[in-house]
């Protein structure tokens, strides 16, 4: 069986190359992460505008709070600055906010900035953005299998479908096409279980240099594909 492959309806993101987008300028790291925030307003304006339903974009991983503090502080307060500047316009632009990943570890005043832009664009529909943020697929994967142990559910009714329900991205289509930007040829640990059958498209374009033209052709590359999901 082959899919109707024009248009993917979820596209992930490893947002991978700011340290090193920065590196070549010869600025410090935290200038590319600068640079690579305001990037997303470019990015999801344009996959909005291409039609595609569901963005998730990998912003920082369960391992990443082993970086340099200084580093890690300031990948929180440019979080902070984003989520104050960014809602209201992904707000009017009719865009839901999601977010996967470990809220507890989070400031509590960040953690209650989420959760208001969150609760503000519930009800829009052009399109879901979901915030992965201090996110594992491991973690989650684990997690899940606790909340299953904790809720009792028989073994003989744990299925795909079943187990899919507990994972972060619940209600979430699995992606259809995974990018990751910076020229790395692997997923870290982000959605093992959801891109079983994603198509992936890896790049060398720096995440701050990820613009229109390079998703037009990853998004032609995607059309390319046959996606047989294992049939022929």
């Known amino acids: 069986m082959s899919g109707d492959n024009s248009l993917p309806c979820h596209v992930a993101i490893i947002m991978d190359g700011n340290g090193r987008w920065a ?17 997303v307003r470019r990015v999801v304006k344009a996959f909005a505008d291409c039609g595609v ?5 990998f912003a920082f991983s369960t391992e990443n709070w082993g970086r340099p503090q200084e580093e890690v502080t300031g990948l929180l307060h440019l979080l902070s600055q984003s989520i104050d500047e960014e809602t209201q316009h992904f707000h009017q632009d009719n865009i839901k906010l999601m977010h996967i990943g470990k809220p507890d570890r989070l400031p509590l005043e960040l953690r209650r900035k989420v959760e208001a832009a969150i609760a503000l664009t ?14 594992g697929s491991r973690a989650e994967i684990v997690n899940a299998v ?10 003989g009714d744990i299925d795909e479908v079943v ?5 972060g991205t619940q209600g979430i289509p699995d992606p259809d096409l995974l990018i990751r930007t910076g020229g790395e040829m692997r997923l870290s640990n982000f959605l093992l279980w959801q891109a079983a059958y994603s198509e992936l498209y890896f790049t060398p374009v720096l995440w701050p240099d990820f613009g229109k033209k390079e ?6 590359d995607y059309r390319q594909r046959q996606r047989r999901f294992g049939s022929l």
């Open 23 to 39: 590196k070549q300028r010869g600025l410090p790291r935290f200038e590319g992460h600068r640079a690579g925030a305001k990037n």
């Open 53 to 57: 339903k569901y963005l998730t974009l």
């Open 122 to 135: 519930k009800d829009n529909s052009r399109m879901t953005l979901c915030l992965a943020f201090d996110y």
């Open 146 to 155: 606790r909340r299953i142990k904790e809720d009792d559910v028989s073994t």
């Open 163 to 167: 187990f899919s329900s507990y994972l």
């Open 215 to 220: 998703i037009d052709k990853a998004l032609l």
